[in-house]
């Protein structure tokens, strides 16, 4: 089945675009790439059956994003892959 987790739009410790400043968008996506390219430095490329794309989420203050981890539960792989970015996402830009 599959399934994903939530990772943020970028590293904890960090500011990060607030949802309705100015050009939002397309700083958060830019942000959220930004946070792709650092997880993959850190954790490597995805498995076969996970996958880090970008989320959109509805709120009462418009739609804001983060990145996700899509981990299929059949793939042990994926689903290793998916917890442990979750459980030692970078806490800075700085690795």
């Not at 995805?46 to 880090?52: H, N, S, V």
Request: hydrophobic share 30%; aromatic share 14%; net charge negative.
């Amino acid at each position: 089945m599959k399934d994903y987790i939530e990772i943020g739009s970028s590293p904890c410790d960090e500011d990060c675009v607030q949802l309705g400043s100015e050009d939002y968008t397309v700083k958060a996506l830019c942000e959220c790439k930004r946070f792709i390219n650092l997880l993959r430095k850190v954790f490597g490329d995805e498995p076969d059956g996970a996958r880090l794309v970008i989320k959109g989420f509805e709120h009462d203050f418009g739609r804001y994003y983060e990145v996700v981890c899509y981990f299929d539960d059949e793939k042990p792989g994926s689903t290793e892959y998916a917890f442990k970015l979750e459980a030692n996402t970078p806490a800075t830009w700085s690795i």
